[in-house]
Each structure stands twice: as structure tokens, then as C-alpha cells.
């Protein structure tokens, strides 16, 4: 087994696409496919399933994928350590996001750690099923490191590092009842409608929490997949909303009062116990950058 048909096969897998990964890895398409076919003939297995419009894994090819992204890590990091000159960190890492990260200035923060480490090459990925899903891929080796707004106990199996915390917020139409009060207790919107993020997103998990705590489960008759977009939904009349106060958003028409509740939101990063040093090298250079943003706008 060859390394460079690894390359193949990873660069196949998540690309789903046998000529975005040849141009992917500077090879011609032709030698894409056969050194796949030569790593299925010699694992006697089928790793993809294709047809003439898509190319997808088989059961085997997921099995095959995270192990062997490790072994190209290992592979990486065992030129790294031999390399003459300074210690160059090298490899590959996928980095899972979700949205309204935006207030990190994740951005700036990625280029500073691409001009630290210029031997890594990070690609970022979204999950649709938010902080869960995240969690399920550095799981399954989809991506290496993951932005999460779970608890460490959501995440059995995997190493945890909090980034930052945050409280609560209540957000309320204007003129609501409650909307000038000093703060709003769970239990004080028992009979509202309420907008939140779907299920799997880590504020809507933690958020439900504390009105399961406090022995009430308001109506979630409206789903927005942007906690951005929640005070928006509010305002225009779709109900109330709770979301981290680092997360929350002005708009016209809603206003947000500070939930009375022990919860708290934290953002944190998961990866697999035993991760590369490329990905070490980023929980580092996250935590540096942003593990001190600890106070709720």
C-alpha cells in the first residue's frame, strides 16, 4: 500500500469527485483512478460507488477514511521530525465551524495561525446538524478539530477545550410585558411560542436545559438555522427566542433582557484523544487567540 494512493482515495473522498481531487493533488485524472483501483484490488474491497453524475463511499471506504488520514498524518508529522532547519509543523486539518462565529474575528485569527504555521493547510467545513453533528465528525475522522457550543459531557470520547462562556439573553418584541425588566426567569416564558435553532445545535440543547430546569417546555414553533436571525424573527412576530449573549444581534423591533438562569453557554473545540500535531498545533493557537474572549458582549 502506497501512501500516494492514501492521497488518492482521501483526496477522492471528500471531494467526491475523482477530477476535483486530481487536480486537488497536481495529478492527471487517469492516475487518480487507477492508483484507487489498485487500493481496492489490494484491500479487496469496493471503496467507492460510481455512476456517471456522483461518486460516494461505501460502507468500507468510511471505515477506510479516518485511518487512513492517520496514517498520512503519521506520515507527516515522521518527515517533520527528520526535516533539517527548525521543527516545520506540517500536515492537513479540517477544522468544522458552524455560523455566528463571526464575533471571534475567526477570520484574522486563521490567517495569523496559516503565517505561524505556513506547513499546515486547513480546509473548514460546516456541519448541518450544528455542535452534535461537529461532535459525530471528528468522531467518525470527517474533520480533525470542531467548534462546539456542547458541554464536555456531550462529547464522550473526546478530548474538550473551553474557549469562552456566556450568559443567556431573552429576546422579547418590543412593548412585550417583560421587555423592560431587569432580567427574565425561564419559568416566565412558559406559555410563550418560542424561535430557536434545530435540534443538535448546541445553544437550543443548552437553552432547553435550563427550561427543562426550571420544570417548563415552551412551544419551538419556528426553527431559523442562524442564531443570527432569531431577534429578526422576534421582532417580526414569530415569538421569543434565548440565545448566548455573545451571539445576539440587534434588530428593530426586540429588545433582549438577561435570562435568570444558572446555565451558561460556552463555546469550546473538541478533537480525538490521539490528534496530529498539525491539529495540536491549532487547538493552540485558538485557545492563545481566543480563549481569553471570555466576557458577553
Do not use: C, I
Amino acid at each position: 500500500m502506497e501512501t500516494r494512493q492514501l492521497e488518492y482515495f482521501v483526496a477522492v473522498a471528500e471531494e467526491l469527485s475523482f477530477t476535483r481531487a486530481a487536480a486537488r493533488v497536481f495529478a492527471v485524472q487517469s492516475s487518480v483512478s487507477a492508483g484507487v483501483r489498485a487500493l481496492e484490488t489490494e484491500l479487496g474491497a469496493r471503496l467507492f460507488e460510481r455512476t456517471k453524475r456522483a461518486v460516494a463511499l461505501t460502507s468500507q471506504g468510511e471505515a477506510l477514511l479516518p485511518r487512513a488520514r492517520a496514517v498520512l498524518d503519521a506520515v507527516d508529522e515522521a518527515r517533520a521530525a527528520v526535516a533539517p532547519g527548525p521543527h516545520l509543523v506540517r500536515g492537513t486539518v479540517r477544522l468544522g465551524v458552524f455560523t455566528n462565529l463571526g464575533y471571534l474575528g475567526l477570520p484574522r485569527v486563521l490567517a495569523a495561525f496559516r503565517e505561524r504555521h505556513p506547513g499546515v493547510e486547513l480546509r473548514l467545513t460546516p456541519s448541518p446538524a450544528g455542535s452534535t453533528g461537529l461532535g459525530e465528525d471528528v468522531r467518525r475522522g470527517v474533520v480533525d478539530v470542531a467548534f462546539t457550543g456542547l458541554d464536555p459531557q456531550d462529547h464522550p470520547g473526546l478530548r474538550y477545550t473551553r474557549l469562552t462562556s456566556a450568559t443567556f439573553v431573552a429576546v422579547l418584541p418590543t412593548g412585550h410585558a417583560l421587555s423592560g425588566a431587569a432580567s427574565v426567569a425561564p419559568g416566565d416564558l412558559a406559555d410563550e411560542r418560542v424561535v430557536t435553532t434545530p435540534r443538535g445545535f448546541g445553544n437550543r440543547v443548552v437553552a432547553e436545559r435550563a427550561f427543562a430546569h426550571a420544570g417548563v417546555a415552551p412551544r419551538a414553533d419556528t426553527e431559523v438555522a442562524d442564531v443570527g436571525d432569531l431577534p429578526a424573527f422576534v421582532a417580526a412576530g414569530f415569538g421569543v427566542a434565548v440565545v448566548p449573549a455573545d451571539m445576539y444581534e440587534p434588530a428593530d423591533g426586540a429588545v433582549a433582557v438577561p435570562l435568570d438562569a444558572p446555565e451558561t453557554w460556552s463555546l469550546g473545540l473538541v478533537t480525538r484523544p490521539h490528534s496530529s500535531a498539525a491539529a495540536a498545533a491549532l487547538v493552540a493557537g485558538l485557545v492563545h487567540a481566543l480563549g481569553t474572549a471570555t466576557t458577553p458582549r
